[in-house]
């Protein structure tokens, strides 16, 4: 069974920084493209960074390029995004998830975590 559990969300000042993680169990962990999505209160699910099994390749949505570092520790089976230089409107409930390829389509997930909220104050 494949569980996905994120976690380091919290409450943090504008210009701050968190580190969220996603340890992942019941699946070859180097073999699936791991990403980072995010939704606010009344917006849709959207796009934040994903990168490939060996980490070596990854995708930024422009809202957050220069800001957010995806990252993954295949020896530990987690998946990371550093979050710098946070904005109110970073505001969201962040999900990991898994995919066969690097892409940025919600749809082409088929592993997700449970969320951990993100709330960054002005």
């Known amino acids: 069974q494949v569980q996905l559990v994120a976690s380091g969300g919290g409450l943090v000042q504008a210009g701050g920084s968190l580190r969220l993680s996603c340890a992942a169990s019941g699946l070859t962990f180097s073999s699936v493209a791991m990403g980072w999505f995010r939704q606010a209160p009344r917006k849709e699910r959207e796009f934040v960074a994903s990168?490939?099994?060996?980490?070596?390749?990854?995708y930024y949505a422009d809202s957050v390029k220069g800001r957010f570092t995806i990252s993954r520790d295949n020896a530990k089976n987690t998946a990371y995004l550093q979050m710098n230089g946070l904005k109110p409107e970073d505001t969201a409930v962040y999900y990991c998830a898994g995919s066969r390829w690097l892409t940025r389509n919600t749809n082409e997930y088929d592993y997700w975590g449970q969320g951990t909220q993100v709330t960054v104050s002005s």
């Open positions: 990168t490939t099994g060996s980490g070596g390749m990854s």
